[in-house]
Every structure is written in C-alpha cells, then in structure tokens.
C-alpha cells in the first residue's frame, strides 16, 4: 500500500474538530487516508458505515414518522380512553343519581297519594261529623224553639183562662173591704145586702159545658188541666 501523494492542508489547522470524527462518528481521518490507500478493512469499516448511513437516511424519516404516529396515536387513544373513562364515570354518577332522584320522585308520589287519601278521609269523615252535629243541632233547636213556644203559648192561654179568677181574687177582696168599711161605719143599720159583688168565676164553673166557661174548660182540658 502506497503512501498519498495529496497534502492534506487543513487537518492540522483543525485539530479539535478532527478529534472529534472518532467520537460522534465512528470514523477519524486516518481512517478515511487508509480507505484512500485501499486498505480493505478500512475501506469496509467506511462501506458498511455508509451503508447505514444511507439507510437511516432512507428509513429514519419514515421511521420518524411512524414512531411519531405511534406515540401521538398511544397519547391520543389513551387520552381519548381516559376521556371516555372519565366521562363513563361522570355519566354514570349521573345516570345514578337520575335514577335515585325518579325513584325518590316516585315514592314521593305514592306517599303523597297515600297522605291525599288518608287527608281526605278524615276531612270527609269530619264532614260527616260535622253535617250529623249541624242537622242534629237544628232538628234539637227546632224542637226547642217549638216546645218554648209551645210552653209560651201555653202559659198565655192559661193566662187567659185564669183571668177571671184573678179578677175574682180582686173582686173578693174589694167586696171584703167593702163589707168591713161598711159595717164599721153603719154598725146594727148595715145593709151588706146592698153592696154589690162581681161574680167572675160561678160557683159551679166545673159544670159549664158552654159558654165563655166552655170555651176555658175546654182549653184548660187540652192544656192538661
């Protein structure tokens, strides 16, 4: 293997950079002068690196792209299943609470059903209380006020049927003191038999079946007396 007759003018101004060849690359310069001379091994090293190389710069766009897919698609799908999951959790907390809420609102109903009849039948026996009490208390004042009446009635006519005989109590007494003044006064010359009396009531009324005396008999005998 011949030694390159090429100057190579820039590699000892370029120290650091060339250093750096073997580290991020694989390769140094040397190498590169070795493939130039034909050394094979050389020569693959550079060939096989090459041909990686050309193929990350074939497939790594693709590569890229389909890692890239990949890991959006992963960050979308398992967002999108945490959203689902999350959404799932809060439908179903509200579908539950929906439910609990109709289910209340039903048993609600059916107590309120159950209170509305157990209201109205109370008010309607009340009702009934109230109606049996009210006709009662108007049939009882009705009686009352009729035998009051009644009774006032009575007394009047009784009143009525009395009178003579209070006017006779009057009469009797009057004619008394008459008689009493007129003895005092006339002594052995009185004359009762001049002083006259009122006879409203007769001796024997019992037995006046006509007349004014009828008509009080009969009345005192309808009034029970």
Not at 173 to 184: C, E, F, T
Request: net charge positive; glycine share 6%.
């Amino acid at each position: 293997m011949s030694q390159s007759k090429i100057k190579n003018h820039v590699t000892k101004k370029a120290r650091r950079i060339s250093g750096i060849l073997k580290g991020k690359y694989g390769f140094s310069l040397d190498t590169v002068d070795k493939a130039l001379q034909g050394d094979r091994t050389a020569l693959k090293t550079l060939g096989e690196a090459a041909r990686q190389g050309q193929q990350v710069l074939e497939l790594m766009p693709l590569l890229k792209d389909a890692c890239l897919t990949i890991q959006k698609g992963t960050e979308e799908y398992n967002k999108s299943i945490a959203d689902i999951l999350s959404q799932g959790a809060t439908s179903a907390i509200n579908i539950d609470k929906a439910r609990m809420k109709a289910i209340l609102a039903n048993q609600k109903y059916g107590h309120q059903r159950k209170e509305l009849a157990a209201e109205f039948a109370t008010a309607k026996t009340a009702e009934t209380t109230r109606h049996e009490y009210a006709i009662n208390y108007i049939q009882l004042k009705a009686y009352i006020e009729q035998y009051l009446q009644t009774t006032d009635n009575n007394a009047k006519l009784l009143e009525q049927t009395n009178r003579p005989e209070f006017k006779q109590l009057d009469e009797d007494n009057r004619y008394n003191s008459a008689v009493a003044k007129h003895l005092l006064q006339h002594g052995d010359n009185a004359r009762i038999d001049l002083i006259p009396k009122r006879d409203y009531v007769p001796q024997d009324n019992q037995n006046h079946d006509t007349g004014i005396w009828g008509a009080i008999n009969k009345f005192r005998a309808a009034l029970g007396f």
